[in-house]
Each structure stands twice: as structure tokens, then as C-alpha cells.
């Protein structure tokens, strides 16, 4: 994963990012209120357009990502905006990194392709009927020299869901930057 798990492209890419942030992920607007109320760990959260969008919607958002550069930006917006956020640096390839997070009324995953140990797990970080939303590159976009094959969300990342979470909400579409798909698991 070059380009998706490459720490040095993501510091690199958030330091010369100016004094904006990125709209949130329209899947995320479009389907906010299927989340719980309460609190939220946006997992790859980089420098918090999602995050922000949530807590301006009233959520308690935790905050995880491997580029310290992102987390800095995503605190300074949150000052900005005088908000409050947590915010943890994370290696999400390490076995046991999200072990200490916590438990959540919902988890989002934007445009990250969670490895299969944590989701193996991912389910333990949410509480009872806790929302995990999941969207990014899917399994019809084309790789290239940024998305991998390897990148892509593909039905089988949630085989170790099925007997402790519900699909409620699936959408594929296309736009000029490729194929992309959402999932939204409720935890039973």
C-alpha cells in the first residue's frame, strides 16, 4: 500500500495543504443520520474533514491517524471552530494499536482499507447497536499507481462481522475519480 499506507506521502501531503479543509465525504452527509447519537472514532481521520462535519452535528469524535502532520491540522481547525476533539496518533498496521481506544456509538473509515486483524476486532471497539461506517475505493476501481489493488473494500473485508453485526445500508457509484463503495453495519 504506497500511496494509502506511505506516512511520509500523507506528512508530506498535510503539510503544504493550505488554511482549508476538504468538504466531508458526501456518503457521510448523505447518511449521517443513520448514526447513534453519541460518540464517534473516525479511524484515518486525517485532518478532520469528517470529524469536523461531526462535531458541528453535535457527536463526541475521537480522532486516529499514523501522520502527526494531520493531527496537528485537524487540532488547529478544531480550535478554530472552538470544538473539542481526542485525538490519538495510531499505527493501524499494528496488531494490537486500536486494543486502548475505547468503545464507541460509532466508527467511521473514510478512503482507508482497515487490515484484516483490526477487522477481525473492529466490532469490540463499538458498543450495542454501535454504528460502523465504512466508504472508499471499492472492489470495481481500476488501480493505478496511487490505489492498489490491495487498497480496494471488497465484500470479503466483513466475512468476521457477519455474526456480530447487521449490513443496513450499502451503496456503490462512480464518479471521475473511480468506483466507490459504502457499507453500514449495525452491532447486534
Not at 18 to 35: A, F, K, Q
Request: charged content about 30%; glycine content about 6%.
Amino acid at each position: 500500500m504506497d500511496y494509502i499506507g506511505n506516512i511520509n506521502y500523507w506528512d508530506t501531503k498535510f503539510k503544504s495543504r493550505g488554511e482549508s479543509l476538504l468538504e466531508p465525504d458526501t456518503e457521510l452527509i448523505d447518511n449521517v443520520d443513520i448514526l447513534s447519537k453519541g460518540s464517534v472514532l473516525d479511524i484515518a481521520c486525517g485532518d478532520g474533514r469528517n470529524s469536523l462535519f461531526l462535531l458541528k452535528k453535535g457527536f463526541n469524535v475521537t480522532g486516529v491517524d499514523f501522520s502527526s502532520e494531520a493531527l496537528d491540522r485537524l487540532n488547529h481547525f478544531v480550535k478554530l471552530y472552538k470544538h473539542e476533539i481526542s485525538t490519538v496518533k495510531v499505527n493501524l498496521n499494528s496488531e494490537n494499536s486500536l486494543d486502548s481506544i475505547g468503545c464507541f456509538d460509532n466508527i467511521i473509515i473514510n478512503h482507508y482499507r482497515l487490515p484484516v486483524h483490526q477487522m477481525k476486532s473492529i466490532s469490540n471497539r463499538l458498543k450495542k447497536d454501535g454504528i460502523l461506517f465504512i466508504t472508499g475505493f471499492g472492489h470495481k476501481h481500476i488501480p493505478d499507481e496511487k490505489i492498489k489493488d490491495g487498497d480496494l473494500i471488497r465484500e470479503s473485508d466483513f466475512e468476521y462481522l457477519n455474526h456480530k453485526m447487521k449490513l443496513i445500508h450499502y451503496n456503490e457509484y462512480s464518479d471521475a475519480r473511480g468506483f466507490f463503495v459504502t457499507y453500514i453495519y449495525k452491532k447486534l
